[in-house]
């Protein structure tokens, strides 16, 4: 079956530095690439995604490339902030149900 | 996108009662789906709920533990039955965003069980 396979934390960062959160993924078909973010005490929010080989996907200085050759969807940000520590999620979804299958989640800290 | 309430937001129950879990969507939402939470770990799918027809089950989860309603496109509920503190977890509702293939969560009920 799918299955997501995410860089483990808890990760540690001091402000402005470079962010990389590794995510591999196996899954049959091609399936659609996720990254959620769980801030403090909220529910998921969706952080950026990709529907297709090479797609990339961006939002608030995150990004992610959905790499087929690797089976990767690495997140990035090249300068972190105290406000991005939360816990982050890759996920994907394939076949027509739209469930998602998640990774174990990476908790980052910023520290000023 | 489709905004979720979910209540309660948090709770503390005894051993053996049971709590349902409402979900409410601000729209009309063909896909919904329960998750649970576990402490530390990541989400897992408990079930779909269906409208008018019973949920489908994750492997490991079943009915009677975890009843599930949905009897309009707006709302559904899950219910923790017979609650050990094994059950103590966020539970989140989820709906699919029709075409995007993406799914919006609630902020969660976290469900402590002493």
């Known amino acids: 079956g799918d299955s997501v396979t995410q860089m483990e934390g808890p990760v540690t960062l001091s402000e402005e530095a470079f962010l990389t959160i590794n995510c591999t993924y196996t899954?049959?078909?091609?399936?659609?690439l996720f990254w959620y973010v769980q801030y403090p005490g909220e529910g998921l929010q969706l952080l950026l995604k990709?529907?297709?080989?090479?797609d990339k996907g961006s939002n608030k200085g995150f990004e992610a490339t959905y790499r087929k050759e690797t089976t990767s969807f690495h997140l990035e940000k090249g300068s972190v902030q105290v406000s991005d520590s939360a816990v982050y999620f890759c996920?994907?979804?394939?076949?027509?149900?739209?469930?998602?299958?998640f990774g174990s989640g990476t908790q980052l800290t910023v520290l000023p | 996108s489709a905004v979720i309430s979910q209540k309660p937001s948090r709770d503390i129950c005894q051993r053996g009662t049971s709590l349902t879990i409402q979900c409410q969507v601000d729209?009309?939402?063909?896909?919904m789906f329960w998750y649970r939470q576990q402490p530390g770990q990541s989400l897992t799918l408990i079930a779909t709920?269906?409208?008018?027809?019973?949920?489908?089950?994750e492997s490991g989860f079943v009915i009677d533990k975890f009843p599930i309603s949905r009897p309009n496109l707006t709302f559904s509920t899950l219910t923790v039955s017979n609650m050990s503190p094994e059950d103590s977890s966020i539970y989140l509702c989820s709906v699919g965003d029709s075409g995007a293939n993406v799914l919006t969560f609630g902020a969660g009920s976290r469900l402590t069980v002493l």
């Open positions: 709920a269906n409208q008018g027809s019973e949920a489908t089950y």
């Open positions: 996920a994907l979804s394939s076949g027509s149900a739209r469930q998602l299958t």
């Open positions: 990709a529907t297709k080989a090479d």
């Open positions: 729209s009309q939402v063909t896909m």
């Open positions: 899954a049959t078909g091609y399936p659609s």
